[in-house]
């Protein structure tokens, strides 16, 4: 069966730094997203990794690592806008998406 | 503003009663989807549609219909509604299907179905 696995919770402090991990099994593989959802809001695009590596975008940075069917959403310098929750997405075979249950990230002081 | 509009916003809802949940592009993206989102759960796919004029069952289509008139609109209906469709429901879209291709979300409709 295909999965997508996340921790569902996470806590850190401001100007810190923080690392959300995702592990998949999936029919296929096409790319894995990561979204960022507010609570209340609707999910919005953070980033696209198909290849193994690291891809940095500012503050963000995401990782994969195919063989391992392994992905990390890392988040620098935390500001108290990026307490969300993180959706960890995989497209599989058939360029479907399998959406991760979410990691609600709360940023304390 | 472009972008995708979901009507309405939320809705209180008899058991047994038909309700469509309306959904609007202006991005010209040819791909639509709906889904719902229930706590502790992933996104779930209910239906797509990869072009006008087409549409596929998602994971869990029972209880809902879908119809692509137009490359705009992408309608989902409950025909006879129950409370386990109580939920929040996202309409999105995407400018293909391939696998590179970010999915633009709707605000969401929340659901109660009493």
């Known amino acids: 069966g295909q999965n997508i696995d996340q921790p569902t919770e996470m806590t850190a402090t401001e100007g810190a730094i923080v690392q959300i991990n995702c592990t998949y099994q999936?029919?296929?593989?096409?790319?894995l997203f990561w979204y960022q959802q507010h609570a209340g809001e609707a999910p919005t695009f953070l980033s696209y990794?198909?290849l193994d590596g690291l891809e940095e975008k500012g503050r963000f940075s995401s990782f994969l690592s195919r063989s391992k069917g392994y992905s990390y959403l890392l988040l620098k310098e935390l500001q108290m806008k990026d307490s969300a929750s993180y959706l960890c997405?995989?497209?599989?075979?058939?360029?479907?998406?399998?959406w991760g249950a979410g990691t609600k990230l709360i940023i304390k002081p | 503003i472009a972008g995708i509009t979901q009507a309405p916003t939320s809705q209180i809802l008899a058991a047994g009663r038909r309700m469509t949940l309306r959904c609007t592009q202006d991005m010209r993206h040819n791909a639509m989807y709906w889904y719902r989102q229930d706590l502790g759960l992933g996104l779930r796919l209910i239906h797509y549609?990869?072009?006008?004029?087409?549409?596929g069952k998602g994971e869990v289509p029972d209880g809902y219909s879908v119809s692509r008139a137009n490359t705009d609109d992408f309608p989902l209906t409950l025909a006879s509604a129950v409370p386990s469709q109580t939920s929040v429901y996202f309409c999105?879209?995407?400018?293909?299907?391939?696998?590179?291709?970010?999915?633009?979300f709707g605000q969401g409709t929340r659901l109660t179905v009493v």
């Open positions: 997405a995989c497209m599989d075979s058939n360029y479907q998406l399998i």
């Open positions: 990794n198909v």
């Open positions: 549609s990869n072009t006008a004029g087409t549409t």
């Open positions: 999936t029919s296929g593989f096409n790319g």
């Open positions: 999105a879209s995407s400018d293909g299907t391939g696998g590179n291709s970010e999915a633009f």
